[in-house]
């Protein structure tokens, strides 16, 4: 249905926007001076002179900001949840804020990092041009497409965690875990380990919600997919654009202000390789998807590596090439479950291209190869013997499994394949950290 956009919105985006303004013009002259001479005993306190208004004046400023972003981000994700453009944009807009205002805290308690003063300055030209393009669209439109109200009444927090695809979150903090024990070749420290793993399971989960945003009219013709949030209608498409590009801007400003920013670009890099990388060029394109495609999931332990250590070291780019080689014959055995169902999709897995049997066969040959790729570890000093004992038996088991997915025919060796193939991640993973530990 067609729904007028509220008038009121677009006159809190127009006092938003000057808000800002005048906000940033009080800190640039703010920042000029020494704050504690400005304004003693902040928070509660009197300017001691007339420059130190521009201090009490740039705070008051943020306050009401924070108001009227909250006014329009509620009214955003209440009446306007269907709009394609307001509610990302709206979305999009309040994370900037609250990262640019996140920033400012850091970069003083940070002794002004370069990166971090960077990143800030870019935050405010972000933050701007998004301002200016939501008052322009709320100012200029008078309609917008607004999602039934039947729908509007199954929306639920079960809808939203189901977007984050929580199980496989969940597989890739263990592999981010496995790269900061590997970085630092000890547990990491409680704040690092927190921070990281909580920025990298923001990341996974807003790639989630991105990846399914894109493929929500593919994902209908799939049986597996079919009753999904957005294929279903339980959740608008805008609404998972905007979860999901909001979950990736927070993860970004976590990762950068509270770790490192090798960790925060990694993390960034590999939101884009798996949303526009894989998800848009990629998938439907070639046979090659899940080879390539691969990568996006094999960064989270390099930016648990760079994240202990600061830096990438060899043993991150074995991890990563763990991972990378791990994922096609996990997916190629779900691929072969679920042929029928990828074929009606028209995605071009490798065995609805290339038959089941090749498929079958570049299982076990990536097999040999990922467990070979396990042993490397052992083999340059960044593992020990009891890593090296764990991944050889779990390889012994992993390559007796994909030997009977190449002589034995049928679904179910198939699907044990790709069932024991994820808790085999989870396990080498697993076998790194106690290995450090010991």
């Known amino acids: 249905m067609t729904r007028r956009v509220p008038s009121k919105f677009g006159q809190f985006s127009l006092m938003l926007m000057a808000d800002v303004l005048l906000l940033t013009l009080a800190g640039r002259i703010a920042a000029e ?29 943020a306050g009401f900001a924070g108001l009227l972003v909250l006014r329009l981000l509620i009214t955003a994700w209440n009446k306007l949840r269907g709009d394609g453009v307001l509610l990302p944009l709206t979305t999009v807009t309040a994370v900037l804020f609250l990262g640019q205002a ?32 939501m008052s322009a669209v709320s100012v200029l439109r008078r309609t917008c497409t607004e999602a039934e109200d039947s729908v509007r009444g199954r929306r639920h927090w079960r809808d939203f965690l189901a977007l984050s695809k929580p199980w496989i979150v969940a597989l890739l903090l263990v592999t981010t875990f496995g790269g900061l024990v590997a970085g630092g070749r000890a547990l990491p420290p409680l704040d690092v380990a927190v921070f990281t793993l909580v920025g990298g399971a923001l990341a996974a989960a807003g790639s989630s ?7 929500r009219e593919l994902d209908k013709n799939m049986q597996r997919t ?34 490192n ?31 390539v495609g691969g990568g996006a999931g094999a960064i989270p332990p390099m930016v648990g590596y760079a994240a202990a250590a600061g830096h990438l070291g060899l043993a991150a780019w074995i991890l990563f090439l763990i991972v990378f080689v791990w994922t096609p014959p996990h997916f190629w055995a779900l691929a072969i479950v679920r042929m029928k169902d990828y ?20 299982i076990l040959v990536y097999t040999v190869v990922l467990v070979a790729t396990t042993l490397l570890l052992p083999l340059i000093g960044a593992a020990g013997p009891v890593y090296a004992v764990a991944a050889g038996a779990l390889g012994a088991v992993l390559l007796a499994a994909a030997w009977r997915v190449w002589r034995v ?26 290995d450090s530990l010991l």
């Open 102 to 133: 996140f920033l400012g805290a850091v970069v003083v308690a940070r002794d002004y990092r370069l990166d971090l003063v960077i990143l800030h300055a870019a935050t405010a030209i972000c933050l701007g041009i998004s301002l200016i393009a």
């Open 33 to 61: 001076r020494d704050p504690l001479s400005l304004c003693p005993g902040w928070p509660f306190c009197m300017p001691a002179s007339q420059s130190a208004w521009f201090k009490l004046a740039h705070v008051g400023l």
């Open 209 to 215: 919600a991105l990846n399914q945003y894109i493929d």
């Open 343 to 362: 074929e009606k999709a028209g995605v071009p897995m490798l065995p609805v291209v290339r038959g089941e049997r090749s498929a079958r066969r570049q």
């Open 261 to 291: 920013f090798t960790a925060a670009l990694l993390s960034l890099a590999g939101v884009f390789y798996y949303v526009v990388f894989y998800s848009i060029l990629l998938k439907r394109a070639t046979v090659h998807n899940i080879v």
């Open 409 to 434: 025919p049928g679904n179910k060796v198939a699907w044990t394949m790709y069932r024991w193939s994820s808790m085999y991640l989870m396990f080498i993973f697993a076998a790194l950290v106690a």
């Open 226 to 259: 079919a009753q999904r949030p957005l294929p279903a209608g339980r959740l608008t498409p805008a609404e998972g654009l905007s979860y999901g590009l909001a979950l990736c801007l927070a993860s970004y400003y976590l990762l950068a202000g509270l770790v």
